[in-house]
T-cell receptor, first 114, second 112 residues
Framework: AQKVTQAQTEISVVEKEDVTLDCVYETRDTTYYLFWYKQPPSGELVFLIR??????QNEISGRYSWNFQKSTSSFNFTITASQVVDSAVYFC???????????FGAGTILRVKS | DAGVIQSPRHEVTEMGQEVTLRCKPI?????LFWYRQTMMRGLELLIYFNNNVPIDDSGMPEDRFSAKMPNASFSTLKIQPSEPRDSAVYFC??????????FGPGTRLTVT
């Protein structure tokens, strides 16, 4: 069965600090996809990134970066120079190659204080 | 382009009443998903459709829940009869088949 673990329930940082959100996954599939979603206080779920299991290159998008390591089954998310607007719940998710079912982690609440 | 549209945004109803949630997916997306989010259980997939056909409804909690997709631009999730434990935020999402799913704003359901 597929499983996603986000061990950090809540993280608080001060603005401009860097913060890393951890995600560990379990799957028996050799082909799978990993995702991060952001849920701001307004409640909607915003897609941030998708990674497939064959692409272990790290990705950077502005202040966001993602570190995918198959050896440790981890897909961690780093926000550099955090801002108050980054305050949200962040979800890591996993899907099998076929069928498009997403399995979500429990989420990490990020609070960025000014 | 319009995103996924859900209505109503908020619904308050009494136990035993029928509730119908509506969703319009992004045009051209072949997949449609219904999720439920609660504090206790997090985000759970209830059911999903591909080309209007239900593919997996294993997440539907019980027979009180039903979902339909009569055409490519409309889906409903119905709860009959509703119970207080059904109180949650219900999300609809659509996908072009490339795996990333785009979520609607959600419907906050309160059953008293």
């Amino acid at each position: 069965a597929q499983k996603v673990t986000q061990a950090q329930t809540e993280i608080s940082v001060v603005e401009k600090e860097d913060v890393t959100l951890d995600c560990v996954y379990e799957t028996r599939d050799t082909t799978y996809y990993l995702f991060w979603y952001k849920q701001p206080p307004s409640g909607e779920l915003v897609f941030l990134i998708r990674r497939n299991s064959f692409d272990e290159q790290n990705e950077i998008s502005g202040r966001y970066s993602w570190n995918f390591q198959k050896s440790t089954s981890s897909f961690n998310f780093t926000i550099t120079a955090s801002q108050v607007v980054d305050s949200a719940v962040y979800f890591c998710a996993l899907s099998e190659a076929y069928g498009n079912k997403l399995v979500f982690g429990a989420g990490t609440i990020l609070r960025v204080k000014s | 382009d319009a995103g996924v549209i859900q209505s109503p945004r908020h619904e308050v109803t009494e136990m035993g009443q029928e509730v119908t949630l509506r969703c319009k997916p992004i045009s051209g997306h072949d997949y449609l998903f219904w999720y439920r989010q609660t504090m206790m259980r997090g985000l759970e997939l209830l059911i999903y459709f591909n080309n209007n056909v239900p593919i997996d409804d294993s997440g539907m909690p019980e027979d009180r829940f039903s979902a339909k997709m009569p055409n490519a631009s409309f889906s409903t999730l119905k709860i009959q009869p509703s119970e207080p434990r059904d109180s949650a935020v219900y999300f609809c999402a659509s996908s072009p088949g490339a795996h990333e799913q785009y979520f609607g704003p959600g419907t906050r359901l309160t059953v008293t």
